[in-house]
C-alpha cells in the first residue's frame, strides 16, 4: 500500500486493488496549496466542505474499486454537528492493512464508533484544531483506537495552511517515535510501528 499526501488532508491511497484519493479541495481553498490533476479508482470525501469536497477535481479511471471500504458517520465539532455538520471517516482495507482517514473529525469518538473501527494500521488525523480535533485531541484518538502509524494532517506549516489552525510540533512532542520522510509518497511499512509519520511539507 502506498500513500502520496497532496497537503491539507488530500491523498492518494495506491494499493492491489486500486486506488483512491481522500478529500481532494477545490482551487483557492486552502491557503499554499495547489492540487495537481489526479486520477483514481475511486474518491472518498469527508464532508461537503470546499477544503474537502472537491469530488470533480478527480478523474475517475472506471475501473471499480475492489478494496474494502467502510464508512462511519461522525461530527465536525463537538456540538453533535451543530456548527459545522456531519463528517464522515474512512476506513480502507487491503493487502492486510488497515488504513483510516479521519475527515475533519471535531471530537473524542464513542465506543460505538471505535468497536466499529477494530484494527488500525494507519491513521490519517487532523491535529490543528479550531475546526477539528486538536493535538491532545488528535492523540486522544489515535491512543483510544491502537493506531500502529499515525499521520497528521489538516496543519498550518510555513507558507501552507489557514492562520487559525495549529502547527505540528504541538503534536509531535507527544510522539515517542518520528519518521520524517524525504518526499511525499510512502509505501506503508508497518515495521516502522508505532511511529508518527511526517510528509515532507
Given at each position: 500500500?502506498?500513500?502520496?499526501?497532496?497537503?491539507?488532508?488530500?491523498?492518494l491511497l495506491e494499493s492491489a486493488h486500486g486506488s483512491v484519493v481522500f478529500d481532494p479541495y477545490a482551487p483557492g481553498k486552502?491557503?499554499?496549496?495547489?492540487?495537481?490533476?489526479?486520477?483514481?479508482?475511486?474518491?472518498?470525501?469527508?464532508?461537503?466542505?470546499?477544503?474537502?469536497?472537491?469530488?470533480?477535481?478527480?478523474?475517475?479511471?472506471?475501473?471499480?474499486?475492489?478494496?474494502?471500504?467502510?464508512?462511519?458517520?461522525?461530527?465536525?465539532?463537538?456540538?453533535?454537528?451543530?456548527?459545522?455538520?456531519?463528517?464522515?471517516?474512512?476506513?480502507?482495507?487491503?493487502?492486510?492493512?488497515?488504513?483510516?482517514?479521519?475527515?475533519?473529525?471535531?471530537?473524542?469518538?464513542?465506543?460505538?464508533?471505535?468497536?466499529?473501527?477494530?484494527?488500525?494500521?494507519?491513521?490519517?488525523?487532523?491535529?490543528?484544531?479550531?475546526?477539528?480535533?486538536?493535538?491532545?485531541?488528535?492523540?486522544?484518538?489515535?491512543?483510544?483506537?491502537?493506531?500502529?502509524?499515525?499521520?497528521?494532517?489538516?496543519?498550518?506549516?510555513?507558507?501552507?495552511?489557514?492562520?487559525?489552525?495549529?502547527?505540528?510540533?504541538p503534536f509531535l512532542r507527544r510522539a515517542q517515535k518520528v519518521v520524517r520522510l524525504g518526499g511525499r509518497s510512502w509505501t506503508?511499512?508497518?515495521?516502522?510501528?508505532?511511529?508518527?509519520?511526517?510528509?515532507?511539507?
Amino acid at each position: 500500500m502506498k500513500l502520496t499526501w497532496y497537503g491539507h488532508s488530500c491523498f492518494l491511497l495506491e494499493s492491489a486493488h486500486g486506488s483512491v484519493v481522500f478529500d481532494p479541495y477545490a482551487p483557492g481553498k486552502v491557503p499554499g496549496w495547489t492540487l495537481p490533476a489526479l486520477e483514481a479508482d475511486a474518491v472518498l470525501c469527508s464532508h461537503g466542505h470546499s477544503d474537502h469536497g472537491y469530488a470533480e477535481g478527480v478523474k475517475l479511471t472506471g475501473r471499480p474499486y475492489a478494496a474494502a471500504v467502510t464508512r462511519i458517520g461522525s461530527f465536525h465539532d463537538d456540538c453533535g454537528g451543530a456548527l459545522r455538520g456531519e463528517n464522515t471517516i474512512s476506513l480502507v482495507e487491503d493487502e492486510g492493512i488497515r488504513a483510516v482517514h479521519m475527515g475533519d473529525v471535531g471530537c473524542a469518538l464513542t465506543a460505538e464508533q471505535i468497536a466499529a473501527l477494530g484494527r488500525v494500521d494507519v491513521l490519517m488525523i487532523p491535529v490543528g484544531g479550531h475546526y477539528t480535533v486538536d493535538a491532545d485531541g488528535a492523540w486522544e484518538i489515535a491512543r483510544s483506537l491502537g493506531a500502529a502509524i499515525v499521520i497528521p494532517m489538516h496543519y498550518r506549516g510555513r507558507g501552507f495552511g489557514y492562520a487559525e489552525i495549529g502547527k505540528l510540533e504541538p503534536f509531535l512532542r507527544r510522539a515517542q517515535k518520528v519518521v520524517r520522510l524525504g518526499g511525499r509518497s510512502w509505501t506503508v511499512d508497518l515495521a516502522e510501528a508505532p511511529a508518527t509519520v511526517v510528509f515532507r511539507a
